[in-house]
């Protein structure tokens, strides 16, 4: 396992903001180290900004982010590369690099967490308050707790590791069963709650960042191992209890704009629970910042007119899920034929967009976003991985529990933000097919949909298979307000339960073959 020890202990390298000074000057690794370090709550802050964007999430955001939550799950298509493609028929091979750009992603995330934690813990001065120590330890173990939250819903079992010399100690490890790996990023996530403050400067994890993601994380439990179409109650009320903490007790609210939220002038809005933090400039190295102008439809609207290589495009069954009146939604997370984006290339006279393609993430140019330093492999939009809308439909999906419908009046108030805010008409009842829909237009583009269609296949296997299965999973034309859907590829494979656990990459099976064992409880 040679290949994992090398991931988990890789060097933080990341770079400073080059347009203005915040909490993105990061330190060294061997200032991180070093046994001087951790001496003042300044330096101590210093080593968990690092944990936030740059080489920690690099690989991951770029290689798996969207590619799994929206070309695995149908709501987009990327013509030419190869792995891209087998995520979209379902061909997917151990060789299969996002699967491996995921696994080694994230297993480098937590190695870096797992420094910060135990140096905390080993170094930190006694002059340092208990607060503040917990308050640093509660940012590692929050981020540490979503890379095993992704590792769990895309693999399901994985290992654990929480102390990176051991791992240099015995590196061949087994997988852990799938609740216990919950169980662990539960803990993690309560102990960010109860250490990390109400407030903090912009772009900091808050209590309500980490009561956000335990409700997210205990709906997705209350479906784990469970049969008959229903959910296991007590995780639900889990679910519920943190979910209303936030949308009841916080006093944040949504964005008024929804467009807004992917403007890097509304970076790290109020309704940002937690958004990746990533510096720009042209001493970013490669997957050290947000790369995600590479799917820019066209360079006349990227930084130094460079670096629009293939967009991603919407599927037909994506843009069937949006009425006439979800416009602004619409708008704002695809381009069709037409579309008209004054933001972008502004001094030029903004873009029209000439075919299908994604539109959250792109930004513009270097004028666009007062940005004279951006490249198109340094974005600076901080893309948000939790929002408070999705906190706002976790908490009323968890209401709904295992009822067939609910007119829950808590339920429906928050649901429905979420729509006034996209300017479509209230509901009065909900079901779970409107849940799983309003989530799927919500987040398009987000990296979230195949997350939701795992939670699904845990309680309700055959509907997440049928919803897959029935997808129009194809591109279109869009021309004079008609969309004429392409033929659907006859390559795509039929889903079975079995296509919503992701194979463990070919390259970790050979270095360490204790991960074709079964799996092992670790509590």
Not at 143 to 153: D, T
Not at 224 to 247: E, M
Request: proline residues 4%; hydrophobic residues 40%; charged residues 15%.
């Amino acid at each position: 396992m040679k290949r994992m020890n090398r991931y988990m202990l890789l060097a933080i390298v990341v770079a400073s903001v080059a347009c203005k000074k915040s909490f993105l000057d990061r330190p060294s690794l061997s200032q991180i180290s070093s046994d001087n370090f951790y001496k003042t709550t300044g330096e101590l802050r210093l080593a968990t900004a690092s944990l936030y964007g740059g080489s920690p999430w690099g690989i991951w955001h770029k290689e798996a982010n969207l590619p799994l939550g929206e070309i695995l799950s149908g709501n987009a298509y990327f013509a030419w590369y190869g792995d891209f493609v087998q995520l979209y028929t379902r061909t997917i091979t151990a060789g299969n690099a996002v699967i491996l750009g995921g696994w080694k992603g994230m297993y480098n995330l937590i190695g870096q967490c797992n420094t910060v934690i135990n140096s905390i813990d080993k170094n930190a001065s006694a002059s340092i308050s208990a607060s503040d120590k917990n308050a640093a330890i509660g940012e590692a173990k929050f981020i540490r707790a979503m890379a095993y939250y992704y590792l769990a819903m895309v693999w399901g079992e994985v290992p654990i590791i929480e102390d990176n010399s051991k791992l240099i100690q015995d590196p061949l490890l087994n997988r852990i069963i799938v609740a216990d790996v919950y169980k662990f990023v539960v803990q993690d996530l309560s102990f960010a709650a109860g250490s990390l403050p109400l407030t903090d400067e912009k772009g900091r994890l808050t209590t309500w960042s980490a009561q956000g993601m335990l409700a997210k994380v205990y709906l997705t439990m209350a479906g784990l191992g469970q049969t008959g179409g229903t959910r296991n109650q007590q995780y639900l009320d889990s679910a519920i209890k943190y979910g209303g903490n936030v949308c009841n007790k916080s006093g944040l609210n949504l964005l008024n704009n929804y467009a807004n939220l992917f403007m890097s002038q509304y970076n790290d809005n109020p309704e940002a629970l937690f958004a990746l933090q990533w510096a720009t400039g042209a001493g970013i190295g490669w997957q050290e910042g947000n790369l995600n102008l590479t799917y820019s439809p066209s360079n006349d609207i990227n930084p130094q007119r460079n670096g629009a290589w293939t967009p991603l495009a919407p599927t037909y069954d994506l843009y069937l899920n949006y009425s006439a009146q979800d416009s602004v939604r619409r708008k704002a997370s695809f381009m069709m034929n037409g579309d008209y984006y004054p933001e972008l290339n502004a001094a030029g006279g903004g873009y029209k967009a000439t075919g299908q393609s994604m539109k959250k993430h792109i930004i513009g140019n270097e004028k666009d976003n007062n940005a004279p330093t951006m490249t198109y492999t340094a974005s600076i939009e901080h893309d948000a991985l939790l929002r408070l809308a999705d906190v706002y439909l976790v908490y009323a999906e968890a209401i709904l529990g295992n009822n067939t419908t609910t007119a829950d009046p808590e339920a429906l108030k928050f649901f429905n933000k979420v729509r006034k805010r996209a300017g479509v008409d209230p509901v009065t009842t909900i079901n779970m097919d409107i849940l799983l829909k309003e989530r799927r237009i919500e987040f398009a583009f987000e990296g979230q949909y195949w997350l939701d269609l795992v939670r699904l296949s845990y309680w309700n296997p055959e509907k997440a298979v049928s919803i897959i299965n029935n997808q129009q999973r194809t591109t279109f034309e869009y021309t004079n307000g008609l969309a004429t859907p392409a033929a659907i590829s006859t390559s795509i494979v039929p889903a079975t339960v079995a296509a919503f656990k992701m194979q463990i990459p070919a390259a970790e099976l050979t270095a360490n073959p204790k991960l074709a064992e079964a799996a092992v409880p670790y509590y």
